[in-house]
């Protein structure tokens, strides 16, 4: 039973299409995150939401733009996509006292 | 804010040496740290995590880590490196509870020679 789930695991779309991308856990968690990490390997938190409300909004372009329905679910959705958005995005959650995070296994987004 | 610095994008070494990851960081509040690896094509999994207590940590597939405030340091060390523990490393700091966000290091790449 995956803790924290992300789908699609691959994505490979177009530049000026929009998509989205779908995080779910089933650990209780009140709080999750969006990173990226970019073909340096780097990792850089976009979005966190804690129980439905966005805490934390990197500067990210405003053509990302996260959505939690509830606090089991934080989905991210991208307009216009550019060349540059190509990265492998991670969901996170972390319980209330923020210990460790448990991360999804990743979306590979490729533009072309 | 918070910051991690983590020496060497690549570390090599023997299978059965020492594995050593340096890491350090910098808060401006007592740090919670955290080691994570990532293996090829995966997610990022928790190592270890140092929040308050004791020093030196242990973790998972015998990896261990200790605090030092006066250094700043996070050293991740296993004492003898297996073929499976090829893979990337990162480590993190987050200004303590509350709604702080996880910073990474770059990371470290650990190769592993038979």
């Known amino acids: 039973d995956t803790a924290v789930s992300q789908t699609p695991k691959y994505l490979v779309t177009q530049m000026g299409n929009d998509k989205s991308i779908k995080c779910e856990q089933n650990?209780?968690?009140?709080?999750m995150y969006w990173y990226k990490q970019d073909s340096k390997k780097f990792l850089k938190i976009m979005f966190s939401y804690n129980n439905k409300e966005l805490i934390i909004n990197e500067t990210v372009p405003n053509r990302f733009s996260p959505k939690s329905p509830d606090k089991a679910h934080l989905n991210l959705h991208i307009n216009s996509l550019e060349l540059g958005d190509s990265a492998v995005y991670f969901c996170?959650?972390?319980?209330?006292?923020?210990?460790?995070?448990?991360f999804g296994s990743g979306t590979r987004l490729t533009v072309v | 804010a918070q910051s991690v610095t983590q020496l060497g994008s690549h570390v090599s070494v023997s299978e059965g040496a020492l594995v050593l990851l340096r890491c350090n960081y910098s808060?401006?509040?007592?740090?919670?740290l955290f080691w994570y690896v990532q293996y090829p094509n995966q997610g990022l999994q928790l190592l270890l995590k140092?929040?308050?207590?004791?020093?030196l940590v242990k973790g998972i597939n015998g990896f261990e880590a200790e605090f030092k405030k006066s250094e700043t340091s996070f050293h991740l060390t296993k004492p003898s490196a297996h073929m499976s523990d090829a893979a990337e490393y990162f480590c993190a700091v987050k200004g303590g509870t509350g709604f702080q966000k996880l910073v990474f290091g770059t990371g470290t790449r650990l190769l592993v020679s038979p």
């Open positions: 808060s401006s509040v007592p740090p919670y």
């Open positions: 650990l209780g968690h009140d709080t």
């Open positions: 996170a959650s972390s319980p209330p006292e923020g210990y460790g995070y448990t």
């Open positions: 140092y929040t308050t207590g004791a020093t």
